[in-house]
Nanobody
Framework: QVQVVEAGGGFVQPGGSVILSCGVSGRIFSTSAMAWYRQTPGKQRELVAGITNGMTTNYADFVQGRFTISRDNAKDTAYLQMNNLKVADTAVYYC???????????WGLGTQVPVSS
């Protein structure tokens, strides 16, 4: 059974940093494209960053060089390093796993990142 579990959220001040982690069980991680999305009340979930199983990364325009997505296949874990956080980055952050050659996709339950002074 596949499980996607985020960790690392919590209050952070503007200009601060936080690292989110995403652990994936079920032996799909190494062949999955991983991504982080975020959502705020009343808005659609939006892509923040993605990384393929070949280590190719992509970022939303609003990231502007502040975030870094990475993965450790030995630990079945993906990460999102977020620096210089802004109040506008306040959201629930979700991890997404898309196994290669599969129509199934998997989501975590999300972790909240409130950015406030």
């Amino acid at each position: 059974q596949v499980q996607v579990v985020e960790a690392g959220g919590g209050f952070v001040q503007p200009g601060g940093s936080v690292i989110l982690s995403c652990g994936v069980s079920g032996r799909i991680f190494s062949t999955s494209a991983m991504a982080w999305y975020r959502q705020t009340p009343g808005k659609q979930r939006e892509l923040v960053a993605g990384i393929t199983n070949g280590m190719t990364t992509n970022y939303a325009d609003f990231v502007q060089g502040r975030f870094t997505i990475s993965r450790d296949n030995a630990k079945d874990t993906a990460y999102l390093q977020m620096n210089n956080l802004k109040v506008a980055d306040t959201a629930v952050y979700y991890c997404h796993a898309q196994p290669q050659f599969s129509s199934h996709e998997y989501w975590g339950l999300g972790t909240q990142v409130p950015v406030s002074s």
